[in-house]
């Protein structure tokens, strides 16, 4: 299905669509995908599946904690795929696969591509990948696979370049909402949302779904108002730590949320 | 110059910056005004000045006449041990907090190992009063704790990097993290060749004072502004950058760089980064690293603390890859037996990380007319307790 999965789901014209991050590998090896099927079935539209790294620039301290979780707990490439497998079998919602362009490079970006097909991934999202080297060098490569990508935009993104970001796109473009590394706001400002109707009036190709600082209800809502979907990230790893019953905290997060 | 960056920030395949886009503006910032500030006539006045008056350059190019004796050759040391704070960090540091003034940032952020480039940052943000924030990794904390000391009398903030191994690398990605999360008055400070486009340009450019200076001192000793052979330590880099800048088309000049083996290349303990090593992005540059299957970066050893980056700066991948720079390697037994060495001979004391260079002595075949430049890129105060255990076991104190 690839991009074409992520297509529909927007093109569904649904009000409000929640996007929520997992980390594989965290809190246990395996439990990524029991995680995604209770997201799932909460009625969450797709979801963010990250591959944890050792270094993640572009993650605040929670996912970086989750990342170290999981990679004390022994998650390797491996297991990334056969457990994107395993969620593919069990949801029909696109399923985007989170982590660094240096894993991708030494795994190799064509089998890598290849793999995430095989596994039924529709979409990538690569923060550290450079639109100018990308453009130049990769997406000839990319272009052979059915796969969705999202560039990252952020506030002090310029208009040009928001627009050139959003050529080298598809599915959708990941609107960050802050300057700021993930898991940090509460609430947005009046400068954020003025940011956000700022990219609204670029009329983009592709929908824009908005990620960072969103954690609960509130958020989520007002970002579905200037986008077309949100992404929770750290939020609902917070909320696995320290959980008893992992299944049971991610249902109710999702519910709460979409309730 | 076959060894320039181009437009894109690589030198050949390595380089580049693979950045998130939250860091997009403040690298391009940086990018756009660099080299139109560096070449000012008022950046280079003030820039020379405080080399001269605040650092003491030039540094000596001293003829070690006993240690060319006992290799049958002639050895000159660059002496960037006798630069204030001890070794060639602060020339960078200089040429980067002119930058920052210019640029008009207000909070200068830096990652530090050993301590020795948090100390360098320290010290010209106090001549600048501008605050000072230093990201050190914890463990790193407890083990340079006079280093830490200087940062704070210096009147920096000390922040402990707890993530990941809480050494330098993860030092370096809080540093990146603050960056990101204050972009508009905060500039940031790297150490060495490392990092994303334009740093590793920018940082060789201000230590090229380095070769500037040998070149016009071998005149006067040699009656010839180059030598047969420069030999630098490389962690990041930094130093053997400096060394080599103004010699990197000059190819009858040969470059050894000297990596630090730790425990011995296939000890599992190692920062040989160029044996060890493999294509792939750290801290926003392509360059060769040390990673595992699937591209998680592995922690690196050297009892030098100045060595043991799992990366290195582009150039060097570029001047590797290119054939252009030799690549030696020591342990840690070879290091601390050259400084222990050269202590005797010529009465210098010289950092761990100078003395990985010092023992590529023991694995070149010298001719006795060739001249070689070490780059003694810091002096040993700081190494003591490490000496006095290491060396212990040879010598008697």
Not at chain 1, 61 to 89: C, H, M, P, W
């Amino acid at each position: 299905m690839g991009k074409e999965r992520i297509n529909n789901l927007f093109n569904e014209n649904k009000k409000e669509i929640l996007s929520i991050y997992l980390t594989t590998g965290y809190p246990e090896i395996d439990s990524m995908p029991v995680l995604a099927e209770k997201l799932a079935e909460a009625g969450v539209d797709f979801l963010e599946l990250g591959m944890p790294y050792s270094d993640p620039l572009a993650d605040g301290e929670t996912i970086q904690y989750s990342s170290s979780i999981a990679l004390k707990n022994g998650i390797d490439f491996d297991q990334y795929f056969n457990q994107a497998k395993a969620v593919r079998q069990k949801v029909v919602i696109p399923l985007l696969f989170m982590g660094y362009f240096n894993q991708v490079l030494r795994i190799g970006i064509d089998t890598f591509l290849d793999k995430c097909v095989d596994s039924g991934i529709d979409g990538l999202i690569i923060p550290d990948m450079p639109p100018e080297v990308y453009k130049n060098k990769y997406k000839p490569i990319f272009d052979k696979y059915d796969l969705g990508l999202s560039f990252l935009i952020t506030p002090t993104t310029s208009d040009e370049r928001i627009k050139m970001l959003d050529e080298l796109s598809s599915g959708f473009v990941y609107v960050v909402s802050t300057s700021s590394t993930t898991g940090k706001t509460n609430g947005f400002s009046d400068s954020q949302i003025d940011y956000f109707k700022r990219i609204n009036k670029l009329n983009l190709n592709n929908p824009m779904v908005i990620g960072f600082g969103i954690s609960d209800k509130q958020t989520f809502r007002i970002a579905n108002k200037y986008s077309d979907g949100a992404i929770i990230g750290s939020a609902f790893i917070k909320a696995l730590k320290g959980s008893k019953d992992i299944e049971r905290t991610a249902m109710e997060f999702a519910q709460n949320i979409l309730k | 110059m076959q060894y320039e960056v181009d437009k894109l920030g690589f030198y050949g395949k390595y380089g580049g910056a693979f950045i998130p886009e939250l860091l997009h503006s403040n690298v391009e910032e940086l990018e756009d005004n660099y080299l139109k500030i560096i070449n000012s006539d008022s950046f280079q006045k003030e820039f020379r000045a405080l080399l001269r008056d605040y650092v003491g350059r030039p540094s000596p190019l001293y003829f070690a006449k006993r240690l060319s004796e006992k290799y049958n050759t002639k050895i000159y040391l660059k002496r960037e041990d006798l630069n204030h704070t001890g070794a060639h960090k602060i020339n960078n540091t200089i040429g980067q907090i002119l930058l920052a003034k210019r640029l008009g940032k207000t909070r200068i952020i830096a990652e530090t190992g050993a301590g020795q480039h948090g100390v360098a940052t320290a010290t010209v943000c106090a001549l600048m009063d501008l605050q000072c924030v230093v990201y050190m990794g914890e463990i790193d904390i407890a083990r340079q704790a006079p280093n830490v000391s200087k940062m704070k009398m210096l009147g920096a903030e000390v922040r402990p990097a707890k993530s990941g191994s809480k050494t330098l690398k993860d030092a370096t990605n809080e540093a990146i993290r603050d960056w990101i999360n204050n972009p508009k008055d905060t500039y940031y400070l790297i150490g060495s060749v490392v990092g994303p486009h334009p740093y590793p340009d920018m940082v060789a450019l201000f230590q090229s004072v380095i070769s500037e200076e040998i070149k016009k001192q071998l005149i006067d000793k040699e009656n010839r502004d180059y030598p047969d052979r420069i030999i630098a330590c490389i962690g990041g880099g930094s130093n053997a950058a400096g060394a080599y800048y103004h010699y990197l088309d000059d190819e009858k000049v040969d470059l050894v760089s000297v990596e630090a083996a730790g425990l011995g290349i296939n000890s599992g303990e190692s920062a040989a980064t160029s044996v060890l090593g493999s294509d792939g992005v750290i801290h926003g540059s392509m360059t060769k690293l040390m990673q595992d299957k699937d591209g998680q970066i592995i922690e690196p050893y050297s009892i030098s603390a100045g060595l043991d980056y799992p990366g290195i700066g582009p150039l060097h991948a570029h001047l590797i890859e290119s054939g252009r720079s030799k690549v030696l390697n020591a342990t840690d037994e070879e290091a601390i037996k050259a400084g222990l060495l050269l202590t005797r001979l010529e009465g210098i004391i010289p950092a761990l990380e100078s003395a990985h260079a010092l023992a590529a002595l023991e694995k070149i075949d010298f001719k006795p007319e060739e001249v070689t430049v070490v780059n003694l890129s810091g002096r040993g105060d700081k190494d003591m307790k490490a000496y006095l255990v290491s060396a212990g076991k040879h010598i008697k104190f």
